[in-house]
């Protein structure tokens, strides 16, 4: 049972008390959905045929959480006169705002009422500075260094990334986007705490003119939104992404289309903000978006007994890695900062970071090096955290107060930039699951073979993602006995087959984009032998490439390095 439904025998006996998720806020949670109007058998009645296409495209059913609470519940709620603030499928239940007493009792002995949030027992395993917000804590922003000026030439697709070169040619984005791979047709909804400026910003005209902004929608003041004249940090979070200035900074999905959803509370930190975030993610979902952005953790409140602990970052602990999980499970890839409390007395990620299934980022520097203040793994089960990193020291962004490029560091960053080479990655393979995808940008990585707890499976190569999910092996298992040696190789290489492959007809070398290098037929006398050698390799770069062998009843691919 979660600490914070924890409440002491002695509350219990003497009153009924109601602590707060934050302050005259209450999270009350319902028993059931019985009598509701809506049906899975019916699911174009709360779902977008996106959001069902997504589904039906990965396998995933629809169920119970799928439903929407029942609207009777939530009329009886707010017939008590408190005011509804967010309303949770997943959890099935609502949020409200009153400071009436009695309207807490009544609606406490409503049948269908499960439970009114109680706050936990205080466990404070470190004394924090809890001046600074946990996900703004050592983030930093100013002019653009310049050792980080770079100015690409135009690509095949026209983009001229200016100084945001760095942080997508780190990834070999620019060489997926050369490919015509630039997030078009997938949506990114990104969960932030505001975006300031952001629908006056020349940066974004072209999200804008084109109809890429699909629509926003504010979480933390439902009833007098307050989306573009709030906080900045999702503007500078949106630019990675979306931002499309010829020359001085181009994310990496300009051509994705967006939502931009406000969940966090800048001027706060309560346990109602992670609440706030699932019920975004819900809306995400039902809109058929394709990725969460999510550059937010939590680990300690402005409300003591609401912390987080270490041990809470087990991966089902904590309200909203439940809720990022949910997220994932209905096919959606959710990207979260790690955090940025590296080398601090909490050095270890927040939530929702540590959920098996979210897709957690922390941050390099210019030059790939692991960034000092990136939170770290491993989750307190002792799962591998961050799973991959990309630039968050340095990283260029638009200043949402004049619209300028400058630069930021932060995890807050390297997650952005990651959800739009997802896009891009999925928009190249669109029958894949979400897992396939993480899956790829994982084996990808610069430390594939040697993940760490700082870097993950390191920095990810988006081109040979695309590779390893576009070229692939379809020889029945149980026939997968050829041999490519030497792995590494310099300049020969050699092929066996063993007895039970009849016929090895063709072999084929490509560079990890597809592109084929080199194709021969194999000879009868190479068929007799079981052995094929290919030499004069020297000419190539060092890197990754792919073997194609055809045989007699299909093809399997094998990856090899050159030295």
Not at 204 to 229: H, Y
Not at 292 to 297: A, D, H, W
Not at 436 to 454: D, F, K, T, V, W
């Amino acid at each position: 049972m979660k600490k914070f439904y924890v409440l002491s025998v002695f509350s219990l006996i003497t009153l009924i008390a109601f602590s707060q998720v934050a302050p005259d806020k209450y999270w009350v949670k319902f028993t059931d959905k019985n009598n509701s109007p809506y049906s899975i058998q019916n699911p174009e009645e709360f779902l977008s045929q996106k959001a069902i296409d997504r589904r039906n495209m990965q396998g995933i059913p629809i169920v119970e959480n799928d439903l929407p609470v029942n609207p009777q519940y939530i009329e009886s709620v707010a017939g008590t006169g408190v005011t509804i603030l967010t309303v949770s499928k997943w959890f099935n239940s609502v949020t409200i705002y009153t400071t009436d007493q009695n309207a807490l009792n009544i609606i406490n002995s409503f049948s269908f009422v499960e439970s009114i949030q109680k706050s936990g027992i205080y466990k404070n395993y470190f004394e924090e500075d809890k001046t600074v917000k946990p996900f703004f804590a050592n983030e930093s922003y100013g002019n653009i260094p310049e050792e980080n000026v770079y100015k690409s030439a135009n690509s095949a697709t026209g983009y001229n990334y200016g100084a945001a070169y760095n942080q997508i040619h780190m990834l070999n984005g620019d060489v997926l986007h050369d490919m015509g791979y630039d997030g078009e047709g997938k949506i990114i909804a990104v969960l932030d705490a505001g975006f300031y400026n952001a629908d006056n910003l020349s940066a974004f005209d072209s999200l804008w003119n084109n109809g890429q902004i699909l629509g926003f929608k504010d979480f933390v003041n439902p009833l007098d939104p307050n989306i573009f004249n709030s906080h900045t940090h999702g503007s500078m979070v949106l630019s990675t992404m979306g931002a499309n200035l010829p020359g001085e900074i181009v994310g990496t999905a300009p051509k994705a289309e967006y939502w931009l959803l406000r969940s966090e509370d800048g001027g706060s930190e309560y346990l109602i903000e992670e609440l706030n975030w699932v019920s975004a993610a819900e809306f995400a979902d039902s809109t058929g978006a394709d990725i969460i952005n999510s550059s937010l953790c939590y680990t300690t409140f402005d409300d003591p007994s609401q912390d987080h602990s270490y041990e809470d970052m087990d991966g089902n602990t904590t309200p909203i890695t439940i809720g990022a999980d949910i997220a994932a499970s209905k096919g959606m890839i959710v990207c979260n900062s790690a955090g940025n409390s590296g080398g601090s007395l909490w050095q270890y990620i927040g939530a929702p970071a540590d959920g098996d299934s979210v897709f957690t980022l922390g941050a390099v520097d210019a030059d790939g090096n692991y960034a000092s203040f990136s939170s770290t793994g491993p989750t307190y089960d002792g799962r591998l955290k961050p799973n991959v990193v990309a630039q968050g020291q340095g990283t260029t962004i638009i200043d949402p107060w004049n619209g300028t490029v400058t630069y930021g560091s932060g995890t807050s960053f390297s997650s952005p930039i990651t959800a739009g080479m997802v896009a891009c990655l999925w928009q190249a393979n669109p029958t894949k699951r979400n897992t396939e995808i993480m899956e790829a940008i994982e084996e990808s990585g610069s430390l594939a073979s040697n993940p760490n707890y700082q870097m993950g499976y390191g920095i990810p190569d988006y081109v040979y993602a695309n590779s390893i999910l576009t070229i692939v092996d379809n020889l029945p298992s149980e026939h997968s006995f050829i041999t490519v040696y030497p792995n590494p190789f310099s300049s020969e290489l050699f092929i066996s087959a063993e007895d039970n492959i009849i016929d090895v007809y063709s072999v084929e070398l490509m560079d990890i984009t597809g592109k084929s290098l080199f194709r021969r037929d194999v000879t009868d006398n190479e068929k007799m032998l079981k052995k094929i050698d290919l030499s004069g390799f020297d000419e190539l770069s060092s890197g990754f490439y792919f073997v194609k062998i055809s045989i007699g009843n299909g093809v399997v691919t094998k990856k090899v390095l050159k030295n």
